[in-house]
């Protein structure tokens, strides 16, 4: 097999990767911590892609995208908090209808980016900067994909600092670890669960811009990657950042290399059959998290 070829695809797997941890983060986040199926995340995505595309048109320029980022995050935080305080919350204790309802959000959404912008597919115009490829040889390393996984990498360590070292951060991990006793000892669970809901979905809207620059946005251009986010957070272990970030690079490494022998749709049948035998051997997925709502279970 040509090298150059086998090192371009893992290159192609890695880059796949960040966008399936920065679809998968949010996920993380809010299954792990609440239990909730958020069924809208793709759709939380692709509001994040629409959002970009609004801000480069606005502010176009070398920091447009830089601009989009920063407005995606905090729009989609909001529309996040504003769905968990006005509809997650009331169904919690009833984790079927809280799928079901965040099913419908789903159906809305699509459809209102559809009366907004239509069926077919806006293009969000890359800064000139990002044109080109970094070469090394005869590889060709494009400088969008080294873009995008530098915003996976710079996500991660801060979403990982801001749990580690702040002080809302040690909330989080203390209603993770145990709910009840965290209550008891004066922590608002309420308000640990709107913000890491609406967290979770900042962190989509970021991962929606990345999306918007690889191709044209599109009222469905969550749902190509949600299936995978559900099947990283999975494979990765509930709740756990390390375990998402290895189970997305897992995944987008096991499907750039299945590509070298055969087509794209099969490439994602056997990257279902691999996550199914792999959790037939290690049910609680890449990383076991321990907690006491867990081991109650």
């Known amino acids: 097999m040509d090298i150059t070829f086998l090192t371009g695809q893992v290159f192609n797997g890695f880059s796949v990767a960040s966008l399936y941890i920065l679809a998968a983060l949010g996920l993380a986040l809010s299954f792990g ?83 907004i912008f239509g069926a077919t597919g806006v293009s969000v115009t890359a800064p000139a900067w990002l044109d080109g490829a970094v070469s090394l040889g005869s590889l060709q390393f494009p400088l969008t994909r080294l873009f995008i996984m530098a915003a996976a990498v710079l996500v991660l360590g801060g979403l990982a600092m801001f749990l580690r070292s702040t002080r809302v951060g040690l909330l989080v991990r203390a209603v993770n670890q145990d709910r009840a006793t965290a209550s008891a000892m004066g922590v608002n669970v309420r308000q640990v669960d709107a913000f890491i809901f609406a967290l979770g979905a900042a962190v989509a809207g970021v991962g929606g811009v990345m999306l918007a620059l690889l191709g044209p946005v599109t009222p469905n251009v969550g749902q190509s990657y949600i299936v995978t986010a559900f099947l990283v957070v999975v494979l990765g272990g509930l709740g756990s950042l390390i375990g998402t970030t290895i189970a997305a690079i897992m995944i987008g490494l096991f499907m750039a290399l299945a590509q070298i022998f055969v087509d794209v749709s099969m490439a994602q049948v056997l990257t279902l059959l691999f996550v199914i035998i792999f959790l037939q051997f290690r049910p609680q997925g890449v990383i076991a998290v321990r907690s006491r709502a867990l081991d109650t279970e």
Do not use: C
């Open 33 to 115: 911590l609440m239990r909730v199926i958020n069924m809208a995340h793709g759709e939380i995505l692709m509001v994040g892609s629409y959002l970009a595309y609004l801000t480069i048109h606005f502010i176009p320029g070398p920091l447009g995208i830089f601009a989009a980022v920063v407005v995606a995050f905090l729009g989609t935080g909001l529309l996040g908090g504003f769905l968990e305080v006005t509809l997650v919350s009331k169904l919690t204790a009833r984790p079927l209808d809280t799928l079901l309802a965040t099913w419908g959000v789903s159906l809305i959404l699509q459809q209102a980016a559809r009366n």
